[in-house]
């Protein structure tokens, strides 16, 4: 079985920046992708942000490259989101799951198993 617990989660001001962590623990060889996503009410869940387990590959979407980076500290058993430069519109509730997507899949909820229950993230303007 594969656990994950997010938190740090918090409101900031367009402009901030927020670190979020999720501690994984659970058997390894179904984890090869820890995975952040997120979803504003009313939107689907979407990925932004995962990392390849193995190499520690990180992966980002379009819209948050270069603001949002991604990393693990396996010592910890942890991944962080760093999530800079942040605006309103990343206002979400904000998850990390983990499985063994294709690679080039990383983004779709839908090949994750394993989800915590979220950290609500809030940026005001």
């Known amino acids: 079985q594969v656990q994950l617990v997010e938190s740090g989660g918090g409101s900031v001001q367009t402009g901030g920046s927020l670190r979020l962590s999720c501690v994984v623990t659970?058997?390894?060889?179904?984890?090869?992708?820890i995975t952040w996503f997120r979803q504003a009410p009313g939107k689907e869940r979407e990925g932004v942000a995962g990392?390849?387990?193995?190499?520690?590959?990180?992966v980002y979407v379009g819209s948050v490259r270069g603001r949002f980076t991604v990393s693990q500290d396996a010592a910890k058993e942890t991944v962080y989101l760093g999530m800079d430069s942040l605006k309103p519109d990343a206002t979400a509730m904000y998850y990390c799951?983990?499985?063994?997507?294709?690679?080039?899949?990383?983004?779709?909820?839908?090949?994750?198993?394993?989800w915590g229950e979220g950290t609500q993230v809030t940026v005001s303007s």
């Open positions: 799951a983990a499985d063994n997507p294709t690679f080039g899949l990383w983004y779709e909820p839908q090949f994750y198993t394993y």
């Open positions: 659970g058997y390894t060889n179904i984890r090869n992708f």
């Open positions: 990392i390849y387990t193995r190499d520690g590959t990180p």
